[in-house]
């Protein structure tokens, strides 16, 4: 069955942390993607993959970086983590069209 | 600016009653709308989407409207179970391909009570 894995579930990390997020679908799809999902807000797009080595920046990039290093994989960086990125991510992932397939999320806690 | 309105933004029925959720845009183009369901800790599974200008779907106990002139959908669930408990979400597709745009709304908690 097409899915799309996250881990980990849950993470702490200290201010100014480095966090790596990761996820990997089993879709064979070409595109992935990074959300964060906020109280009172609608999920955010961080950033987004047409293919391996491929990186395009989304809505709210500032203090994301990501890289998908392989068709399967695509991670979300956090290098200096601060407070602000305290949030629910979710990872996605398309064919192309308009059918999406999402991830169970990442709660993270910035302290 | 927020692109995706929902409302109400939450709500409490008894179980067996029905419920409408309301979601109003802005999003030009408007290709698609699809209604999600998210179980609390959980990711976004799909109910329905609706591509039409003038759409009606319907999924089991879920059925649902999209009028693209109005720019606004609903999405009825009848005979409300407890696993219905869950916040909905709109999500508005500015095109029919990876290469557009999502816009998402910030959801309609429902509360199911026995």
């Known amino acids: 069955e097409a899915a799309v894995t996250q881990s980990p579930r849950n993470k702490v990390t200290v201010t100014g942390g480095n966090v790596t997020l990761s996820c990997r679908q089993t879709?064979?799809?070409?595109?992935m993607y990074w959300y964060r999902q906020d109280t009172g807000h609608g999920l955010r797009l961080i950033h987004y993959?047409?293919?391996?080595?491929?990186?395009q920046i989304g809505d709210v990039p500032d203090g994301y970086k990501a890289t998908r290093t392989t068709q399967e994989d695509f991670f979300l960086l956090l290098e200096l983590a601060s407070p602000s990125q305290t949030s629910l991510y979710f990872c996605?992932?398309?064919?192309?069209?308009?059918?999406?397939?999402f991830g169970s999320g990442t709660r993270l806690l910035v302290i | 600016k927020t692109q995706v309105e929902q409302s109400p933004q939450s709500l409490v029925v008894r179980q067996g009653e029905n419920c409408v959720l309301q979601?109003?845009?802005?999003?030009?183009?408007?290709?698609?709308l699809r209604w999600f369901k998210q179980d609390t800790g959980k990711g976004l599974v799909s109910l329905t989407v609706?591509?039409?200008?003038?759409d009606k779907t319907s999924n089991g106990r879920y059925s649902a409207t999209l009028d693209k002139d109005a720019k606004h959908s609903t999405l009825h669930i009848t005979a409300t179970l407890l696993d219905d408990t869950a916040t909905y979400i709109c999500?508005?597709?500015?095109?029919?391909?990876?290469?557009?745009?999502?816009?998402f709304g910030a959801g309609t908690q429902l509360i199911v009570i026995p």
């Open positions: 979601c109003n845009y802005s999003v030009t183009p408007d290709n698609h």
């Open positions: 996605a992932s398309s064919p192309g069209n308009s059918d999406y397939t």
């Open positions: 609706l591509v039409d200008q003038k």
């Open positions: 879709n064979s799809h070409n595109y």
């Open positions: 993959s047409y293919g391996a080595g491929n990186l």
């Open positions: 999500v508005v597709g500015d095109r029919g391909s990876a290469l557009g745009r999502l816009h």
